[in-house]
């Protein structure tokens, strides 16, 4: 079962920023939590990832709360291209020695409003 | 550097048949996972394969299976197809696997309809 909860939608204006919540209360102190997106009918695409600290790509940021329980993903101008599903993901490990897999839960539809 | 490739992009199968999809990963990439998204579901963990082993395996029954070659091709093939297996299944590549950050790069997708 995916380990977080997020919002199944949320709108979001042109050009404003989006900020896309994600609660995973249960993570573990070696987890790192991930974001993917999906486009309709196009394979998810990769977006951030963090442990513990903030970090900021050419995409988005990521805020993780102090006691990690809760993270946001941040899209700084949102434009129509961003409407897609945003995947929150926490890495749990796989059944096989050293491997990881990625659980994906509902996501959140985020659309953008011209 | 080209993307991850699955082939076909469209497949049509009765009940009962078999089907095998393919997946290229990014060159350089060892790691190979295989996912089904369906409306009900979402997007679900098929297994992953590495180094032509099969190192991590989700709660699908043995009618799914896969492999991969020495080029870190992959191959998964369904067996004795039922309605439920229409789907889109999509592949990801990584460098190396699970052992550190590693992110996935997915592909666009075999959709399968099954009649």
């Known amino acids: 079962d995916a380990k977080t909860t997020q919002p199944p939608s949320m709108d979001c204006a042109e050009g404003r920023a989006a900020n896309l919540p994600c609660n995973h209360s249960?993570?573990?102190?070696?987890?790192?939590v991930y974001w993917y997106r999906q486009i309709h009918s196009q394979g998810p695409q990769y977006i951030i990832h963090?442990?513990?600290n903030n970090e900021t790509n050419e995409m988005a940021s990521l805020i993780i709360t102090e006691d990690r329980k809760s993270s946001t993903l941040i899209l700084p101008h949102a434009t129509l291209r961003d409407t897609a599903v945003y995947y929150c993901?926490?890495?749990?490990?796989?059944?096989?020695?050293?491997?990881?897999?990625?659980?994906f839960g509902k996501g959140t539809k985020l659309s953008v409003i011209p | 550097k080209a993307g991850v490739t699955q082939t076909p992009r469209y497949l049509i199968k009765t009940r009962g048949q078999q089907v095998t999809l393919s997946c290229s990963p990014i060159?350089?990439?060892?790691?190979v996972s295989w996912y089904q998204q369906t409306p009900g579901q979402g997007l679900q963990f098929l297994f992953e394969?590495?180094?032509?082993?099969?190192?991590n395996k989700g709660n699908f029954p043995g009618r799914f299976s896969g492999r991969q070659f020495s080029n870190s091709r992959s191959e998964m093939n369904v067996s004795t197809l039922e309605l439920g297996d229409s789907a889109l299944y999509l592949c990801?590549?990584?460098?190396?696997?699970?052992?550190?950050?590693?992110?996935?790069?997915f592909g666009p997708g075999t959709r399968l309809t099954v009649l």
């Open positions: 990801a590549s990584s460098l190396i696997g699970g052992t550190a950050y590693n992110e996935q790069f």
């Open positions: 249960t993570i573990s102190g070696n987890e790192y």
């Open positions: 963090g442990l513990k």
């Open positions: 993901i926490v890495r749990g490990p796989g059944s096989g020695a050293g491997s990881y897999q990625l659980t």
């Open positions: 060159s350089g990439h060892r790691s």
């Open positions: 394969y590495f180094s032509e082993t099969q190192r």
